[in-house]
Every structure is written in C-alpha cells, then in structure tokens.
C-alpha cells in the first residue's frame, strides 16, 4: 500500500493483518480523490473508520489541512501512528481510538470533508450518517465506501445523495448539504 499523490507521493505504508481487513483499493482511492480534488485543499477531513490510515493520509498529502483518522483497535491506532510518522503528517493529525459512536458524540471538531469505509453487512452506514451530519460544516461532503447494492438513505438531516460510483462491486456514495452563512 502506498500514498498515490501529492507531497508524500510513492510513500509506502504499513497495513493491518488479518480476515477483517479490507483496505481500500489504488482505483477505489484514486476515484475518491478525483471525487473530492477541489473540496480538499485546507479541508479538515474526518476519516471515521481508518484502518491503517492510508485515505485520512492521501488526504494530508493531497492539501487537507488537518486529519482525524479514527479506529476502534488499538492495533489499528499503532498502525495509524506509525504510519502519520512515517510520512512527516502527525503533527497535522490526530489518531482516536474509539467506537465511532462514541466519538461523535464527544467530539466539538467540525469538518469539511468525512470518509466512512466501516465493515460490511453489518448496517453501519444508515445509523452513524445523521451523526456525522452534525460534525460537519456547511457546504461539507460525506463519502462512503461500501458494496453494490447495499441500501442507504437519499436524505439525512440537511444532506442528499449526489451521486453513487461505481468501481467493481464497491460503490463510493457522495452526499453534500447546502452552503449556509456559517462555519
């Protein structure tokens, strides 16, 4: 696994080991940052289920401003860290180690930019998309990875399905809110 762009471009990356680990593919990732090009420079970006951080660190190198990359294993937050370190982005980070729910509802940070990839078939999505809404500033995008065909709102609190990609039998889906007079 690598950093594909930006200032810490060909970067190699540790990765977790294991069944559960599903890290997300170079053209999954290179989609997502084509998605997201011009939303990202200075963004604050929240990367909600990191794994081994790599889509929280494209990000950095890409010109987001400021990452939080959060897992709930704390072999993945070693990784994470690591990783941060290795590439020169840990001071514009920061790495949790905490059940997701449990982070939006302690958190006060807002963001511009949210990237969710939790595991599949378990129905995470529909639940934890109306609390990240409330994390994130006016304007604000949230990209999910998950499989075809697996069933998401339309609409959750003031965000919208965009549009849905498709890469293989891995979807990514964009939703944004309108732009509002605050941040």
Known sequence: MRVIAGEARGRRLKTLEGM?????????????????????????????FSGSGQIGIEALSRGAEYA?????SRAAQQVIKENLISVGFYQRSRVVSMDAKAYLAATKERF???FLDPPYHKGILPEILPLVAQKMLPGSVILCEHEQG??????????????????????????MNPVGDEE
């Not at 939080?68 to 709930?72: C, E, G, M, T, W």
């Not at 919208?160 to 964009?174: A, D, V």
Request: charged share 30%.
């Open 20 to 48: 559960d680990v599903r890290p997300t593919t170079d053209k999954v990732k290179e989609g997502l940052f084509n998605i997201i090009q011009f939303d990202l420079p200075g963004a604050r970006f929240l990367d909600l």
């Open 68 to 72: 939080v990359l959060n897992d709930q």
């Open 112 to 114: 511009h930019i949210a």
């Open 150 to 175: 697996e069933s998401l709102p339309e609409e959750f609190g003031d965000f919208r399905l965009i549009k849905q990609y498709r890469y293989g039998k891995i979807c990514l889906s964009k939703f």
